[in-house]
T-cell receptor
Framework: EPEVTQTPSHQVTQMGQEVILRCVPI?????FYWYRQILGQKVEFLVS????????KSEIFDDQFSVERPDGSNFTLKIRSTKLEDSAMYFC???????????FGPGTRLTVT | GQNIDQPTEMTATEGAIVQINCTYQ??????LFWYQQHAGEAPTFLSY????GLEEKGRFSSFLSRSKGYSYLLLKELQMKDSASYLC??????????FGKGTRLSVIA
């Protein structure tokens, strides 16, 4: 069964450093999402992406964040200058155009020290 | 505003039935989702209700009442592996999922 993959599984970085989280969505999916989950809290939406542009973003997704689909398979989330409060699990999700079901990747645990 | 409420924790016995309730207040509602999340893992899709009524899928069923802003997830013949968080979420079609805080279910012997 096709699945969303994410790399790395765990990233440790120092405050102020840039990180790039990578995702490979399911191949025939056209809608892509990033969510995050701070430990012990709910899953929160960051950004959605469709047709090579951001379709929606939340208040969390400020100027420190950016997304890119550099080729036909990868979907990346960049945090330009990480803060302690960016420590969280980051989930990528994708959805087919004919379905409302979002498939989540296994997540990247980001730890900012 | 948008709000989703579900109980924080529940405990049930192996082999029993448990019902996890969810209430929501929102505009532009399209569908109600239930996801399962084991600790440290990604949410996995369980069910989606867009019309009122009960959707049954094996041991899991989900119910929706749009007029009451109410849904529940029913788990039958509970197994130890069902111990997880159950996330209620809504969407208005192409918009992203809005999740509740989740209900942590503990299944005991």
């Amino acid at each position: 069964e096709p699945e969303v993959t994410q790399t790395p599984s765990h990233q440790v970085t120092q405050m102020g450093q840039e990180v790039i989280l990578r995702c490979v969505p399911i191949s025939n999916h056209l809608y892509f999402y990033w969510y995050r989950q701070i430990l012990g809290q709910k899953v929160e939406f960051l950004v959605s992406f469709y047709n090579n542009e951001i379709s929606e973003k939340s208040e969390i997704f400020d100027d420190q964040f950016s997304v890119e689909r550099p080729d036909g398979s990868n979907f990346t989330l960049k945090i330009r200058s990480t803060k302690l409060e960016d420590s969280a699990m980051y989930f990528c999700a994708s959805r087919a155009p004919s379905s409302y079901e979002q498939y989540f990747g296994p997540g990247t645990r980001l730890t900012v020290t | 505003g948008q709000n989703i409420d579900q109980p924080t924790e529940m405990t049930a016995t192996e082999g029993a039935i448990v019902q996890i309730n969810c209430t929501y207040q929102t505009s532009g509602f399209n569908g109600l989702f239930w996801y399962q999340q084991h600790a440290g893992e990604a949410p996995t899709f369980l069910s989606y209700n867009v019309l009122d009524g009960l959707e049954e899928k094996g041991r899991f069923s989900s119910f929706l009442s749009r007029s009451k802003g109410y849904s529940y997830l029913l788990l039958k013949e509970l197994q130890m592996k069902d111990s997880a968080s159950y996330l209620c979420a809504w969407s208005s079609g192409n918009t992203p999922l809005v999740f509740g805080k989740g209900t942590r279910l503990s299944v005991i012997a």
